[in-house]
C-alpha cells in the first residue's frame, strides 16, 4: 500500500512539469500556409481538396504533408534574418517529409519545386 501512495504523490509531483512541457512544445508549434506560385494549365492535375501541401514547423524542423504524390520535390528554406540556407530534395510518394532547419529567431521563407516545375512557397517568423 505504501508503495502505491508513493507512486501516486510522486506522479502529482511530477505533474505540473510535464503539464508545463506540453505547453511549451505548443507554443513552438507553427503552422504554414503554402501556396503554389503559378498554376500551370499545361500538366494533368490529380483531383484533391484542400492545399496541395500542408506544413508546420515545430522546435527546428519543417513537416510536410503532400496531397498526392507530385515526384521528387526540391526543398528550400531560408532564415531572411540571419542568411542561413537549407536545402533538400524528398520523394513526395511517401506522402510526408520534413527538413531540419534552425531555432534561431527570425523570418523564414520555403520553397517546394517539383520535377514538371511547380513552385510552391510560404513564409513564416520564429
Known sequence: MKKVILFLLSFLFSLPSIVCMAEESKKEFTPIA?????????????????????????NG??????AYDMGEVEISVINETTGEVWQQTEDSAFGSASIT?????????????????????????I
Do not use: H, W
Open 61 to 66: 524542423v519543417i513537416y510536410l504533408q503532400f
Open 101 to 125: 532547419t534552425s531555432t534561431s529567431a527570425g523570418d523564414y521563407y520555403i520553397t517546394i519545386v517539383t520535377l514538371d516545375g511547380s513552385c510552391y512557397s510560404g513564409s513564416f517568423s
Open 34 to 58: 503554402i501556396e503554389e506560385e503559378e498554376k500551370s494549365l499545361q500538366k494533368p492535375r490529380t483531383p484533391n481538396y484542400g492545399s496541395d501541401i500542408m506544413a508546420y514547423y515545430q
